[in-house]
């Protein structure tokens, strides 16, 4: 009895094709390879036009990101791609590893925090060059319709959600750390964020609770002024206040 290796329907009047298909997911599976290819080729050229290796990473994501989706068929059996999406998605890792040893220092410069703010601004700026919103969703669910402006903005929430997760990812392992006991390694990555200027109150409410458990007012009081420089919350001016009453208090008592 025919059965269809991707939805799974199986009849004696059901019909699939050489690669175990039935004929609605063969023509599902046309139309979303069509798409995506026009995404891919758009975002080969970017890579290859672009001298700003922050772009050439976006547009390898994006890459990524399709090509993750494509995998799914080629562990099916069905040969959406030559090479294979496997074998693409590995040369992407080679190029990006490459584009990132070279320009190094030049991308890792600017804070995560800082850079995830201005990006932030600027995807807001980029909506706003656009006249209707709704156009720009029509975009999203038809990307064949118009490409430029789909790419533009998965680039740039790409790039943002990649951002926001390398720092949460920190915070999460920390708490992880500290559970188990490891609070040397919890304070390393908590420190991380603070040096990428993290927006959020986690890595500074865990690091001077931490040091001042272990009468280490001086970094307390380093990291309360780091939140807020970054954070600007009133609560931040109270704590340092009361930090440095302890820290004399701890003085006085050594004496």
């Known amino acids: 009895m025919p059965r269809c290796k991707m939805c799974g329907r199986k009849s004696i009047f059901l019909s699939v ?13 046309c139309e979303d390879y069509r798409n995506r290819e026009r ?8 890579i290859e036009t672009s001298k700003n290796p922050e772009t050439q990473l976006r547009c390898i994501n ?14 099916i059996g069905i040969p959406i791609t030559d090479p ?14 490459k584009i ?31 006249e209707k919103i709704d156009q720009l ?12 402006p789909v790419i533009e903005m998965q680039l740039h929430r790409h790039e943002l959600e990649e ?3 390398i720092m949460v990812d920190r915070n999460n392992k920390g708490i992880e750390l500290e559970k188990k006991g490891d609070i040397g390694s919890a304070i390393k990555l908590y420190e991380q964020n603070v040096a990428d200027e993290f927006f959020g109150t986690h890595p500074y409410d865990r690091l001077t609770i931490i040091y001042r458990r272990k009468k280490q007012f001086d970094d307390e009081i380093r990291i309360i002024k780091r939140a807020i420089e970054i954070i600007g919350d009133i609560k931040y001016r109270k704590r340092l206040e009361k930090a440095k009453i302890l820290k004399e208090k701890y003085k006085e008592r050594i004496r």
């Open 39 to 46: 995404i891919l080729v758009e975002s080969r050229k970017i």
């Open 137 to 148: 969703k029509k975009f999203f669910k038809n990307p064949q319709y118009e490409l430029n």
């Open 100 to 130: 990132i040893k070279s320009k190094n220092l030049e991308i890792n410069k600017e804070p995560l925090g800082k850079k995830y703010k201005r990006l932030s601004e600027e995807f807001g700026e980029k909506l706003k060059t656009y």
């Open 163 to 165: 951002i926001l997760n």
């Open 84 to 97: 294979p999406p496997s074998v693409l998605l590995k040369r992407l890792d080679i190029e990006r590893n």
């Open 62 to 75: 994006v890459m990524k990101e399709h090509f993750q989706v494509l995998l799914k068929y080629e562990k």
């Open 17 to 29: 094709n050489e690669y175990g298909l039935c004929d609605m997911c063969y023509s599902y599976i």
